[in-house]
């Protein structure tokens, strides 16, 4: 809700292009797909210049770490 807030806010006071994603509409099963739609949108945010990309819910495209796994990573 708050990110909606901001873009409504920033697109009532100045002529700037929102894109608001979600982590889940990044991610794709297939090789490359990913890369390819990220690729596409920062495409079109550019032509749309200025313009404000906002990764809402990225945290859904990154594995939750374990303990275990914090204190390996700590260890190195």
């Given at each position: ?9 920033i697109?009532?006071?100045?002529p700037?292009?929102?894109f ?13 797909e ?12 550019r ?19 374990s ?5 390996i990573?700590?260890?190195?």
């Open positions: 809700m708050m990110v909606k807030a901001i873009v409504n806010e697109k009532r006071s100045s700037i292009q929102c608001v994603r979600r982590g889940a509409e990044i991610t794709n099963k297939y090789v490359g990913s890369e390819r739609h990220l690729r596409v949108l920062f495409e079109e945010a032509r749309a210049s200025p313009s404000l990309i906002v990764f809402d819910e990225i945290d859904a495209i990154a594995p939750t770490r303990m275990r796994q914090v204190l990573h700590s260890s190195f």
